[in-house]
């Protein structure tokens, strides 16, 4: 690995940014007639349930359909989770990511997304290390969790990074709250990273969560391997090992409705 060291980063395999403001590079506006997938060119679909529910316990099945991922005709993607038997599943879902397609190394990373409301829904907004299941496995391949909801406590959003040796519960975590305890279901709200290669800083409709992460954040002995490239990641899965049990007050077709996604660069 080119991962450096918690005390002396120097970038690994990403090469260096520049210092000129922010740049954008690459979206999705996700325009398109209602029922159409999202453009091919941009996404490709992690179809099933992984391995173990994506590691996670997660109860849904994801597939690559437009009644799961489509646009909605008013220039947005829908990510739907529906109670429905597949795959000796309950639910269907999807798991939508740019793997092989856009790969990300230092920038700005942001979406904007309304999220659904129930127990046991569980949205999220991520990275993962574009080196997994090659060079490196999880955690040593990196995740930056920009949002992470879970639908039972809509009050609440939460940025997290793993790696080894501070990964799962043991995560880097920081959460976010809206003013005068607003939900986060009804409206659409801007979730993002700014990633150098020094620090990882969360935003929340433009306010910073938390402190910026850092390598010095880090626990002692533990490496710093947020220095290569990452694809994006947007899915909704259903209960799992965070998700939590589905509740009685979770209605079906649940929606993660997304306005957009778009990536920045710094300018030389």
């Not at 599943?89 to 904007?112: F, K, N, P, Q």
């Not at 995740?143 to 793993?162: C, K, N, W």
């Not at 969560?209 to 909704?236: K, M, Q, R, Y």
Request: aromatic share 12%; charged share 15%; hydrophobic share 40%.
């Amino acid at each position: 690995r080119c991962g450096a060291t918690a005390a002396t980063p120097r970038g690994g395999a990403c090469p260096l940014p520049g210092t000129g403001p922010y740049q954008l590079t690459w979206q999705d506006e996700f325009d398109g007639p209602a029922g159409a997938s999202p453009d091919a060119a941009n996404w490709r679909f992690d179809v099933g349930t992984g391995d173990g529910g994506w590691g996670n316990n997660q109860l849904e099945y994801d597939t690559a359909r437009p009644e799961n991922a489509g646009l909605d005709g008013q220039g947005h993607l829908a990510i739907v989770a529906r109670r429905e038997a597949l795959g000796g599943m309950a639910y269907t879902s999807a798991r939508m990511t740019t793997r092989g397609l856009h790969e990300e190394c230092y920038g700005r990373v942001e979406a904007r997304i309304k999220l659904p409301r129930g127990s046991g829904l569980w949205p999220a907004f991520w990275l993962l290390g574009a080196d997994i299941g090659t060079t490196s496995y999880w955690p040593a391949c990196g995740e930056i969790d920009v949002m992470e909801y879970l639908g039972q406590a809509p009050t609440r959003v939460f940025s997290t990074v793993h790696g080894p040796g501070y990964s799962g519960a043991y995560g880097i975590s920081q959460a976010a709250y809206l003013p005068g305890g607003a939900a986060f279901d009804l409206d659409f709200h801007d979730f993002a990273v700014e990633w150098d290669p020094y620090q990882l800083v969360f935003q929340v409709d433009g306010t910073t969560v938390g402190v910026a992460v850092t390598p010095a954040l880090l626990p002692h002995g533990t490496t710093w391997v947020f220095d290569h490239p990452f694809f994006l990641i947007l899915n909704l899965a259903v209960g799992g090992n965070l998700g939590g049990a589905v509740g009685g007050d979770t209605a079906f077709p649940a929606t993660m409705l997304v306005d957009w996604v778009r990536v920045y660069e710094r300018a030389p």
